[in-house]
């Protein structure tokens, strides 16, 4: 079956904005902790740079299955990346035995994990000599990423030494060469001083050209290139600098061409991006899914973030079906070892009932904070109760501001499971409530308070009643006392919110206590709601709008009686706001009709009937002064039929028929008027009675003629209209009526020119 995702503006934006956040925040690790460029810093530094301080810990069960993975031979090469990924994220001691064991003894996961240490630094003693042993390998991809490896271990002088003598000593120069790229990384003085030294003294083009490479990764001073002098001049001055001052400067450099390097890397990720939905775009439909497959499993992780992409901007434009063969793809590259492409394929599972417990497992275990951002917003729609119970936990485990905030965001979205699972919503509210009594409190975490405020009022919880009036009390930042309103709304304590802030001085406030109020209609508070309806006690137009939706909101609740509806009815008219009466006439009408429709009794029945056709004469009459005559032919039509049915009082009935026969006249209805008037004339020959009502018609006939010919301009064209249907009326009008009428419409004839 196919499933379309819904979701709105904020989420796309927000999951795509994650996306290329994490390929910045990669660029800036890069840029301010490592090389940038190099001739092994492709195959290599081009992994993220993971954060293992912002993390959910993996379980040791995890850990026990990756360890798994890694050690077994017959794992595939993306299975054994991701499983050191992991561990190397967690850093978990109990693991580094084993760890270092598969660096010593296991082919397929010594890659792997050497990898995986090259790019997430854990310079633990234990993995230092495994590696070194590594760097004499014959295989060059293992031998450059245990040098990577060694790379972070910085400011251990003990390792440098013995790099420098192996970039001296090797016969091999694929171990110098490796050797040279990670002395590079070390970013100390020392490590400078052994680069020149190799640069000037090795006797070897090839060498000498992976040490200023490695210089140029150290410094950021691309524009030196591999040219020897410009490094000695380089040199002459960096030499005299103290440590310390060496490493500030190189700090302080780095950071001065980061923003054009940032400019070219985005202009370059636009042109992927760009490039990869237009090739994707222009392919018949039948080959996309194979297309977008290509993507998925490139060999760049840009790519393979661009196909995530891609499936997720095709679901959310409603064409799933196209990508449906993609979709298990998807899931697998959700434990990728980039973090970009993690947070891709995360947001292009959204609200998938099919990958609920992929993404349920990769919260598990993930690191980097936009891909955990990714996650909540994709298994939010889902309402998953182990997806909720991780989500929770972030408040224990994670300090990041912006991570709590989107998990805040994620229970207020869970409110409804989580009403169906006591534990789980108790446990929330004690994950919630210490963040108001202490770090929200820190200047700048105002957003944080109002995101706790807004998912603690989502679980409805009367305990909290007194926290909330509490929390929206002036003391407090203007955002949080609106959620802390809106909270006691939510609780129903209208009387709370009308007694103490529906008077407030900002503005702000009021509106969220009207707002409030319109979560349950109180009559008691019906004078004060409507009070901010009009300009005169309300000041602020946004307030006065909501204070009328929420007026005509309680209108046509059934916790309001009838009485109190023509109550605020007639409070409307009193303020002279025609149109806002006619509203609540026309509500409490429907009202009426609702109890016609539904009533089991006759009595109810009949008093609804008699209620309805005393309204539809007062908004009759409304709609006349608001000039909406058709609108009003409607009303008396219905109103004078019930008390034709119902023995209704002659006079009553005689200005009920005048009064529709001028509503049909000022809205044109000329046959209809003439019918009316027709009948009226054969009711009083048959009843003497009748012929005041004859006689009032009459006369509507000819002050309607009167007033088009002497209209500003004359309103010739209703006129001929006008005559063209009376000149089909037989019998004409009686007393004389008839005569006046044809001398308006000779005079009505000469200023036509006939």
């Not at 090259?118 to 390998?137: M, V, Y």
Request: aromatic content about 6%; glycine content about 4%.
């Amino acid at each position: 079956m196919r499933r379309r995702i819904m979701m709105d503006a904020r989420s796309t934006t927000t999951m795509v904005a994650s996306t290329r956040r994490a390929m910045r925040a990669r660029r800036w690790a890069i840029i301010m902790g490592g090389p940038l460029l190099g001739a092994f810093g492709a195959g290599i530094v081009s992994q993220p740079m993971a954060r293992a301080d912002t993390t959910l810990v993996a379980t040791s069960q995890q850990s026990d299955a990756d360890l798994s993975v890694l050690a077994d031979p017959n794992a595939t090469p993306e299975a054994r990346d991701n499983a050191a990924r992991k561990l190397v994220i967690a850093r978990n001691d109990s693991n580094l035995a084993s760890l270092a064991d598969i660096l010593r003894a296991n082919r397929g996961g010594q890659l792997a994990l050497a990898r995986a240490l090259a790019t997430t630094p854990w310079p633990d003693p234990q993995f230092i000599d495994p590696l070194f042993s590594l760097l004499t390998s014959h295989e060059r991809d293992v031998t450059r990423a245990a040098a990577a490896a060694l790379g972070q271990y910085k400011g251990d002088n003990t390792v440098l030494t013995r790099l420098r003598e192996l970039a001296s000593a090797s016969p091999s120069d694929d171990t110098r060469l490796a050797v040279i790229h990670a002395i590079g990384m070390f970013d100390q003085k020392s490590a400078a001083a052994m680069l020149m030294d190799i640069l000037q003294h090795s006797g070897s083009q090839t060498i000498e050209n992976a040490a200023a490479d490695a210089l140029v990764g150290m410094t950021g001073y691309s524009e030196n290139g591999r040219n020897a002098q410009r490094w000695q001049q380089w040199w002459s001055t960096a030499q005299k600098e103290s440590d310390v001052d060496f490493v500030l400067d190189l700090v302080r450099h780095r950071a001065a061409v980061y923003s054009q390097r940032v400019i070219q890397y985005e202009q370059l990720q636009g042109a992927v991006e760009k490039l990869c939905q237009d090739v994707f775009d222009q392919a018949p439909k039948e080959k996309r899914a194979d297309l977008v497959l290509r993507f998925l499993r490139s060999q760049s992780p840009e790519i393979r973030a661009q196909g995530a992409m891609i499936v997720y901007r095709t679901r959310a434009n409603g064409e799933g079906a196209v990508v449906a063969d993609d979709m298990k793809e998807v899931r697998r590259v959700l434990g990728d070892s980039d973090t970009t492409v993690r947070a891709a394929a995360a947001a292009a599972l959204y609200n998938d009932a099919d990958s609920t417990q992929q993404l349920v497992n990769q919260l598990k275990v993930e690191t980097s904070e936009e891909v955990i951002i990714s996650l909540i917003h994709s298994l939010g729609p889902l309402q998953n109760v182990d997806a909720t119970a991780l989500i929770i936990r972030i408040f224990y485990t994670n300090p990041s501001q912006r991570l709590q905030i989107e998990a805040a965001a994620a229970i207020q979205l869970a409110a409804g499971l989580l009403d169906k699972h006591a534990d789980l919503k108790a446990h929330a509210e004690q994950a919630l409530m210490p963040l108001l009594e202490d770090r929200t409190r820190q200047p700048g975490a105002t957003a944080l308070r109002v995101a706790v405020v807004a998912a603690l009022g989502s679980l409805r919880d009367n305990t909290l009643l007194t926290s909330f009036r509490d929390l929206a009390k002036a003391s407090e930042p203007p955002a949080v006392r609106v959620e802390a309103i809106r909270a006691l709304g939510v609780l129903q304590a209208q009387d709370l919110v009308a007694t103490y802030f529906l008077a407030d001085a900002e503005p702000a406030i009021r509106l969220a206590a009207v707002q409030a109020m319109g979560m349950r209609p109180t009559p008691t508070f019906l004078d004060p709601l409507t009070d901010h309806v009009f300009e005169s006690n309300e000041v602020d137009a946004a307030v006065r709008a909501e204070a009328w939706r929420v007026l005509q909101q309680w209108l046509a609740s059934p916790e309001l009686k009838d009485d109190e509806v023509l109550h605020a009815a007639a409070n409307l008219q009193k303020q002279n706001d025609g149109e806002k009466y006619e509203s609540a006439l026309i509500i409490y009408c429907d009202r009426q009709r609702a109890i016609i429709k539904t009533a089991s009794a006759g009595p109810e029945r009949e008093q609804a009937q008699h209620a309805l056709a005393v309204q539809q004469v007062n908004l009759g009459d409304q709609e006349i002064t608001l000039k909406k005559p058709a609108l009003a032919t409607t009303q008396y039509q219905a109103a004078l039929e019930y008390w034709k049915a119902n023995g209704g009082d002659i006079a009553n009935i005689q200005t009920l028929t005048d009064s529709l026969s001028r509503s049909l006249l000022q809205s044109h209805q000329w046959d209809k008027a003439i019918a009316l008037a027709t009948d009226a004339m054969k009711q009083a020959e048959n009843d003497p009675t009748q012929g005041p009502t004859e006689q009032l018609i009459s006369a509507n006939f000819l002050k309607a003629a009167q007033e088009m010919l002497t209209a500003e301009p004359p309103e010739l064209d209703n006129l001929a209209a006008f005559f063209a249907a009376y000149d089909k009326m037989n019998p004409k009008l009686p007393g004389g009526y008839d005569d006046k009428l044809n001398r308006i419409h000779q005079d009505f004839l000469n200023k036509r020119g006939h």
